[in-house]
DNA sequence: CTGTTAGCGCGTTCAG
DNA sequence: CTGAACGCGCTAACAG
C-alpha cells in the first residue's frame, strides 16, 4: 500500500495525495475529504523511510533545509528509566507531528552522530559522556543537523541542550550538610556521564565557595554494581579514610552504598542524586534530589519543536528529603 | 557525504562500494581496502534509511524477500524497565548486523503496525494487549512483515512469540498457597497486556485443577496508581470481601498493595508477578517470580535471526521468595 | 487547484 | 571483478 494506489482509488495523481498527506493547503475541500476518506479505510500510513529520502540534503531556495519526517534519538543506557522515560515522550510527541524515531544506542558516540547526521531532522542525544572542550564529534555533526543533548551540555552553534540543574543541586545540598557540621563529604560517581562530571563540579564549587579544599580522596570513580560499591566502601573504612556524609551520582549506587554501609553498622546522611521508586521503598528510605522527570521529558519536547535557537535549559532540581537525611 | 562521494575519492563506481558495504566477495582485496580506508577516513556510515528503500517489497528472483536494513519495535509503555531492556537489547543486537530500529510508542497498534508492516524487515511488538481470537490487525500485519511479539502470544503464521512463563508461575504459586492452607487469593490485576491475561488464565486454571471454582470478587483490575489501589483493597475491606493472600500483575502494583494493607494492619502473603530493584528494597522485601530478563532478551535476539520459522518460546519463571511470602 | 517529473541515497540487476 | 541504470515511496518544484 503506497501513495500510488492510494492516488489510483481517488483517480488523482501522487502529488495531491501528497499535499493531503502534509497538509498542503492547495487542495479543494472535496477532493481532501474522499482522499482522507480512503487513506483511512486503507489504513494507510505513508513511509516514514521514503520521506526521509527526498528531503535528505536538499535546501530548499528559501534557504532553509525542509525539515525531514525523521528525527535520531541516540541513548546508550536505555535501562535508566529516567532515559527511557525521555526516549518515550520524544516518541509520543514526534508521532503525534507525523514524525518518527530511529533508535540507536551505540556507545561509540562518533559512528552513532555520522551514521544519524545529514539523514534525520534532529538528534537528540540523551545522557551523553562528559566531553573533551574542542575538537568534538559532537560540534561537527551539529553543523549538518541540530542536536539537542539531554541531561548534556557544550557549548556550541547548532547544539541545544536541557538538563537537570544538578550542579546547582549539589552546591544547595553540600551548603546543607556543611551547616550540620559534616565536613568530609563521600562523593561516589558511579559514571563518566556529562551530569556525573557536572556533579563533581558542584562538588568542588561547594567546597570552594565555603573556603574548604577538596580532599581528592573523597571523589571516587565506581562502578556501579552493589559488589564493587561494596568493596570500595570497604577500602575506605581499612584505610581509615573518614567521611560523614555520602552523595552517590544516582538513586541505584546510592541504594548500593546504603546496604554496604548497613553492614558497617555506619549511620550517615546518604543521597542519591536522581531519584525512583527503589529509592523511596528503601528502607530506611532514601534521600534523593532530582528534577521532576515530566518537566524534563516536556522542556525536551518543547526545545525539540524550536531547535534552530540553540539555548541552555537548567530544569530545577529540589530534594525529596527523607530518612537518610533527617534521621542521620 | 554519501556513496556518491566515497566513491569519486576512491576513482570507483558506487557499485563497488555498495560491495564493499555489504560484504560482497566480488571485490578485490586492494580495492576493498583502499575503498575502507576512504570510508573510515570519512567516517562515513551509509544511510540505514535509504538503505531500506529500494528493498522494501522487492522479491529477488531466487524468491526470497531481500532483508530489509531497518526493524520496527513497538512498545507502548518504555517505562516498564522490563520493556526498555528488550528493546535495548534488540537494538544492541541489529546494530551489530548494521540493522537499524524504527521505534513506535503507539498505544493504537493497528496504525503503528500498518506504518511499519512492508517498510521494515520485521515487527517487534513488546507487551502487546491481550486480543480478540480472531480477525486481527496482528494477523494481517504478520503477512507482510514477521512479527515477533515479547510477553504476547497469537497462533498464527508468521507470528513468532517469545514470552515469560507467566502462566505456569501463577499455577505454581497458587498450588504452593493453597497448600498453606489459604483458599482465597486475591487477584489485582493492572493493565490489559496479554501477560495479564495469560496470569488471570493461570488463576482460573490453579483453582480449577484443585477442584476449587473461583470467586469473581477476588479477581479484580485496578489502576496501577498508588491511590487507586489503596481504594480498591479499602472498598474490598469495607464490603467485607475476605482474602488471605495477594497476587499483582506487575511489581509496582504489589509494592502500592504492600503500602496499603500495611496501613490496615493486615499481614498477608503478597506477590508481584513481575520483579523489580524497588521490590528488592521495600521493606518487608516483596516477593516476587519473574524470568531472568537476560535470558528473555537473549531469547529474542534469536528468535529475530530466525524469524521465517514461527515459534513460540516460553521463558521459565522463578520464585524470588522473599519477606511478603517466608514470613506471611 | 491539479498533474508531471526529477531527484533523495542506496541496493541491485545486467552488461561488460 | 567492475560500471551504468533502474527502482524503492515520497516530496517539491514546475507546468498547466
Do not use: W
Amino acid at each position: 500500500m503506497n501513495i500510488y494506489d492510494i492516488a489510483e482509488k481517488c483517480g488523482v495523481s501522487i502529488a495531491t495525495v501528497s499535499r493531503v498527506l502534509n497538509n498542503n493547503p492547495n487542495v479543494s475541500a472535496a477532493t481532501r475529504e474522499r482522499i482522507l476518506a480512503v487513506i483511512n479505510e486503507a489504513n494507510y500510513t505513508p513511509s516514514a523511510i521514503a520521506r526521509n529520502l527526498g528531503n535528505g540534503s536538499a535546501v530548499s531556495v528559501g534557504g532553509s533545509a525542509t525539515p525531514l519526517p525523521a528525527v535520531g534519538v541516540l541513548c546508550t543506557d536505555l535501562t535508566d528509566p529516567r532515559n527511557a522515560a525521555v526516549v518515550a515522550a520524544v516518541e509520543t510527541h514526534l508521532r503525534n507531528k507525523g514524525k518518527s524515531v530511529l533508535l540507536s544506542g551505540d556507545p561509540c558516540e562518533e559512528k552513532a552522530l555520522s551514521a544519524l547526521a545529514g539523514h534525520v531532522e534532529a538528534i537528540v542525544y540523551i545522557d551523553p559522556p562528559a566531553r573533551p572542550k574542542a575538537d568534538d564529534p559532537v560540534i561537527a555533526v551539529a553543523t549538518a543537523t541540530p542536536l539537542l543533548l539531554v541531561e548534556g551540555y557544550v557549548n556550541a552553534p547548532g547544539v541545544s541542550c536541557v538538563r537537570a540543574d544538578v550542579r546547582g543541586a549539589v552546591i544547595e545540598l553540600i551548603q546543607q550538610i556543611l551547616r550540620r557540621q559534616r565536613r568530609r563529604i563521600l562523593m561516589l560517581v558511579g559514571g563518566k556521564t556529562c551530569a556525573c562530571s557536572e556533579m563533581v563540579g558542584g562538588y568542588e564549587d561547594a567546597y570552594a565557595a565555603a573556603g574548604l579544599t577538596v580532599d581528592p580522596e573523597l571523589v571516587i570513580a565506581v562502578e556501579n554494581t552493589p559488589e564493587q560499591v561494596n568493596t570500595c566502601l570497604k577500602r575506605l573504612l581499612i584505610n581509615r579514610v573518614t567521611f560523614d556524609a555520602v552523595l552517590c551520582t544516582d538513586s541505584v549506587l546510592a541504594l548500593s552504598a546504603q546496604k554496604a554501609l548497613q553492614r558497617t553498622g555506619l549511620n550517615l546522611p546518604i543521597i542519591g542524586l536522581t531519584d525512583s521508586l527503589a529509592a523511596r521503598c528503601s528502607s530506611p528510605a532514601l534521600t534523593c534530589a532530582d528534577c521532576d522527570i515530566d518537566a524534563l521529558c516536556r522542556a525536551v519536547c518543547q526545545r525539540l519543536d524550536t531547535l534552530s535557537q540553540a539555548e541552555d535549559t537548567l530544569i530545577p532540581t529540589h530534594l525529596n528529603e527523607r530518612d537518610t537525611f533527617r534521621h542521620a
